[in-house]
């Protein structure tokens, strides 16, 4: 009798073999195609064309080969998503015997997606799941009956998009583009009425990388890109020039990681965490920075308006510290700001690496060993002209490897003033304005013990070529060196120029100011009536402009 019963059980399984095997040649799944097509439709308020269709019985459901699902078309004409294949987990049964189709699970193979946005700050895939009445005017809307829309009832117990292109964009005839590759997606439990987690991995242009993870929903039916959500973004490598955000004449770039939390209600968004930029470079002529810059920061986005608030903003380079506070808006072509910087005491030999990606550089073989460095300083503009504007400070820093007094020549002469090695800066202050164009200083004043005090003003290109008007006051600290000449100057010191680059800047004779000063100098009777005195003065001054000296 057991052997009976063995025999009749192996044979149900064979039987059973023989369906699963055979079913799939019995059954032209391609009937379904209107079916599919018109479920996907509704779900996802988008035309979608699906190619040939295998049923898979030992999976659970059907694949569908070359998915192509329409855009927006207020963005675009060609596909919103176009795919390899698309496999559909179905519940069998209510398929097999009623034609009835019950979708379980999305899984997306190999896609290729354009994720476009407006000048007004709108995505295209804004109503991609949103019903045909959700998509027209608020009042028709709010006139429609609930139950006339069918995409609240939808559920997804399981979605995965595998090794997925995404190209994000902006429309408009000059638009740009950038894209992320090998994107991965995993979802569980998609729904209009509950949460649902979910895993987001993406490789980003310059081979770095992607990862969003945490919980979001219940999506939202009218406008999927408010979808409240709750996640960990990390990000690692990025490399922000090739990213696209950024126009590149804009000069921004270097590699940035990040570590921090997103978190939306569908209306407000509040995101803090760490970045770090290595190489950083701010303007065009500028190069990469010699150490990372590190910023702790919170801030919060309006999703509307596009517009966001940087709370706390806490930047470190070395051990100097600033804070960076202020407001962004997203809502125009480029990205504009409006912010401060503030830092105190913020020790000058850190912030030397960074002054490459602002395209300065000191003289050639010159460090900045010690001294402190206050700025308060005002961000503004669209990222890519971004104009800084504000007085700086630095106070009792040492500049080794560079010879001022060398550099000064005869005018270094005319106070005594010899080689002195480093230079010892007991103060130097300037009102600074960087932009794309250049830098420019007003109100600049510098003071050096061993040579005296200098002010004056002047740019630096963005090709790093110097041109200050500068008045020196030599000797200052031994008035016995003091010479005829600089009384000569109507007493307002000796006019010169710093010409030159950066990183091999000379220092030269204003030869008009000197004259002019000569001049008035003579009108308030200046200059010596002595012979002997006029003469060494008129000696000082041929030795300036390169003259013999006088008989």
Not at 448 to 467: C, E, F, Q, R, Y
Request: glycine share 10%.
């Amino acid at each position: 009798m057991a052997r009976k019963i063995i025999y009749i059980a192996g044979g149900i399984v064979v039987v059973l073999l023989l369906v699963v095997i055979l079913l799939p040649f019995v059954i032209d799944a391609n009937r379904f195609r209107p079916e599919i097509e018109s479920s996907l439709n509704s779900a996802l308020n988008r035309k979608v064309d699906i190619g040939n269709i295998r049923l898979s019985i030992l999976s659970g459901g059907v694949t569908v080969e070359n998915v192509s699902i329409s855009d927006d078309p207020s963005f675009n004409t060609g596909p919103f998503l176009k795919a390899k294949s698309l496999s559909v987990n179905l519940e069998l049964f209510p398929l097999i015997f009623s034609r009835a189709i019950h979708v379980t699970g999305l899984t997306i193979d190999q896609p290729s997606v354009t994720l476009l946005r407006s000048q007004a700050g709108t995505w295209n895939f804004s109503t991609l799941g949103a019903s045909q009445s959700q998509t027209k005017s608020a009042s028709a809307a709010s006139s429609s009956s609930p139950s006339s829309s069918s995409s609240t009832d939808l559920s997804v117990q399981s979605f995965s998009l595998k090794n997925g292109t995404i190209v994000v964009g902006n429309t408009g005839a000059n638009a740009k583009s950038h894209t992320y590759d090998q994107v991965n997606v995993k979802a569980s439990d998609l729904s209009y009425t509950t949460q649902f987690p979910f895993e987001l991995t993406a490789r980003t242009p310059g081979n770095g990388s992607l990862k969003l993870a945490g919980k979001a929903g219940p999506l939202n039916p009218q406008d999927s890109s408010t979808t409240p959500l709750n996640a960990s973004l990390e990000i690692k490598n990025l490399d922000m020039k090739s990213t696209g955000f950024i126009d590149p004449s804009a000069g921004i770039a270097g590699v940035l990681d990040f570590s921090g939390t997103l978190n939306s209600d569908g209306h407000t968004a509040t995101t803090n965490g760490k970045t770090i930029v290595t190489h950083l470079q701010l303007v065009p002529a500028g190069s990469p920075a010699g150490q990372p810059v590190d910023v702790d920061y919170e801030a919060t986005y309006e999703l509307k308006p596009q517009t966001g608030q940087l709370r706390r903003g806490n930047v470190h380079i070395g051990k100097a510290t600033a804070d960076l506070t202020g407001t962004f808006n997203n809502s125009g072509p480029v990205a504009s700001v409006q912010m401060k910087l503030n830092g105190q005491n913020m020790p000058a030999s850190d912030l030397e690496s960074v002054l490459p990606a602002l395209g300065l550089t000191l003289p050639s073989g010159a460090s900045l060993k010690q001294g402190t460095l206050n700025a308060n300083l005002a961000i503004n503009g669209p990222v890519d002209k971004l104009v800084t504007t504000g007085p700086v400070n630095l106070s009792n820093a040492k500049l080794t490897g560079f010879d001022l007094g060398s550099k000064m020549g005869s005018l270094g002469a005319l106070a005594g003033v010899s080689k002195v090695g480093d230079t010892d800066i007991q103060t130097f202050s300037t009102d600074v304005r960087v932009a794309p164009e250049g830098i420019r200083n007003d109100n600049v004043n510098v003071v050096v013990p061993s040579i005296g005090a200098m002010t004056g003003s002047g740019t630096i290109s963005a090709d790093h070529k110097l041109d200050f008007k500068m008045i020196a006051h030599l000797g200052s600290q031994n008035s016995s060196a003091q010479p005829n000449l600089a009384k000569a100057a109507a007493g307002g010191g000796i006019p010169f120029k710093v010409e030159g680059t950066t990183s091999n800047p000379q220092i030269v004779p204003d030869v008009a100011g000197l004259a002019g000063g000569y001049v008035n100098g003579l009108k308030n009777g200046a200059i010596p009536s002595n012979s002997k005195d006029l003469g060494q003065a008129v000696d000082k001054l041929g030795g300036l402009l390169g003259r013999k000296k006088s008989q």
